[in-house]
């Protein structure tokens, strides 16, 4: 197919798996996952990646790494942090299995914990199984016994990853100072104004509206339950589509994944193509937050499309604390 596919879904994959007189969908997985390394874009390590999961609605989700060039390592994207971001943004409330091409690091085993159930994951490595009759599939308990996660610090009742965020934010626009002189300044190629349509540099009109609205769904739909400092982004290509990612901490911290790199998945998995066709892009963040997003979102924007330019908006909650999941 000439569109990579990062969704496949459920009768397509139940139908893949009857075709190739497979027992199940789950066995399915690691015969994807060699042509899905195809699809991983890592040029530092050329070192190709890729995560292949069966969500619990039937439906399988593809990962793949991400590096980008002229920034430090630990701004990529790994390819189980690609899977469960993709999960989260299709609105599958469940990892069941996986499939990947080499056995997860410690980063991503920890990344997993954010889940609920996270040790009834399971995980096959296909490097260690090289036949596709060979499905040999373990718990992730096996990969990373004596977890540390979100249920050390948070309540039952607070949500995980992959389960429905309402962060009861609130938006007020504000541009940053070192912003305003675009943002007046209408003749410039890299801004784009509050008015409802602008040219941007390669002719597109945009509406920054669609923008403000994508990043500011983010931002409420992130998971920030360690410092109550949400926040989203949103991307803008140069055909008028729009990308949102959200924030989404780690109880570990290090393993969090921040709203840019969210959207540059949902970029990836939406067909994007080369990292300049986004021309403009929106953050909505706390103003006062303890954990902040814009310095280290204008590096990576300077790195991956120099010329687009990012318009911040700052946010802030209604409530004291993150919601609680709603009763069943």
Do not use: W
């Given at each position: 197919m000439d569109q990579p596919r990062f969704v496949i879904e459920a009768a397509e994959a139940e139908s893949m798996a009857q075709s190739l007189a497979l027992p199940s969908v789950r066995h399915l997985l690691p015969a994807l996952v060699r042509p899905a390394q195809a699809l991983a874009r890592p040029p530092i390590s050329n070192y190709h990646v890729a995560a292949v999961g069966l969500g619990s609605d039937g439906r399988v989700f593809v990962g793949v790494n991400l590096e980008f060039p002229g920034l430090p390592l630990h701004h990529s994207v790994h390819a189980e942090q690609f899977l469960v971001t993709s999960l989260k943004a299709h609105g599958c409330p469940r990892l069941l299995a996986l499939?990947?091409?080499?056995?997860?690091?410690?980063?991503?085993?920890?990344?997993?914990?954010?889940?609920?159930?996270?040790?009834?994951?399971?995980?096959?490595?296909?490097?260690?199984?090289?036949?596709?009759?060979?499905v040999t599939f373990k718990p992730l308990s096996q990969f990373l016994p004596n977890q540390f996660g979100p249920y050390d610090l948070l309540d039952d009742q607070t949500p995980l990853l992959l389960e429905p965020h309402h962060n009861a934010l609130s938006l007020t626009p504000i541009i940053s100072?070192?912003?305003?002189?675009?943002?007046?300044?209408?003749?410039?190629?890299?801004?784009?104004?509050?008015?409802?349509?602008?040219?941007?540099?390669?002719?597109?009109?945009?509406?920054?509206?669609?923008?403000?609205?994508?990043?500011?769904?983010?931002?409420?739909?992130?998971?920030?339950?360690?410092?109550?400092?949400?926040?989203?982004?949103?991307?803008?290509?140069?055909?008028?589509?729009?990308?949102?990612?959200?924030?989404?901490?780690?109880?570990?911290?290090?393993?969090?994944?921040?709203?840019?790199?969210?959207?540059?998945?949902?970029?990836?998995?939406?067909?994007?193509?080369?990292?300049?066709?986004?021309?403009?892009?929106?953050?909505?963040?706390?103003?006062?937050?303890?954990?902040?997003?814009?310095?280290t979102a204008r590096l990576l924007l300077k790195a991956v499309s120099p010329k687009c330019e990012l318009k911040v908006f700052h946010c802030s909650s209604s409530t004291a604390n993150f919601c609680k999941k709603a009763p069943n």
């Open positions: 499939a990947v091409s080499a056995a997860p690091c410690g980063h991503c085993r920890q990344f997993f914990q954010e889940l609920r159930n996270s040790s009834a994951i399971q995980i096959l490595v296909t490097s260690q199984n090289k036949q596709i009759s060979d100072d070192d912003n305003r002189e675009n943002h007046q300044n209408l003749s410039n190629c890299n801004g784009f104004s509050e008015n409802d349509h602008h040219n941007l540099c390669n002719g597109f009109s945009n509406n920054s509206a669609l923008l403000k609205a994508a990043a500011m769904e983010a931002a409420n739909e992130s998971h920030a339950p360690y410092t109550n400092c949400p926040s989203g982004m949103a991307l803008m290509d140069c055909e008028g589509k729009v990308y949102k990612g959200s924030y989404a901490e780690s109880a570990a911290y290090n393993p969090t994944l921040g709203p840019f790199q969210a959207a540059l998945i949902a970029f990836v998995a939406g067909g994007g193509g080369g990292y300049d066709q986004i021309v403009a892009a929106a953050l909505v963040e706390k103003e006062e937050a303890k954990v902040k997003q814009e310095d």
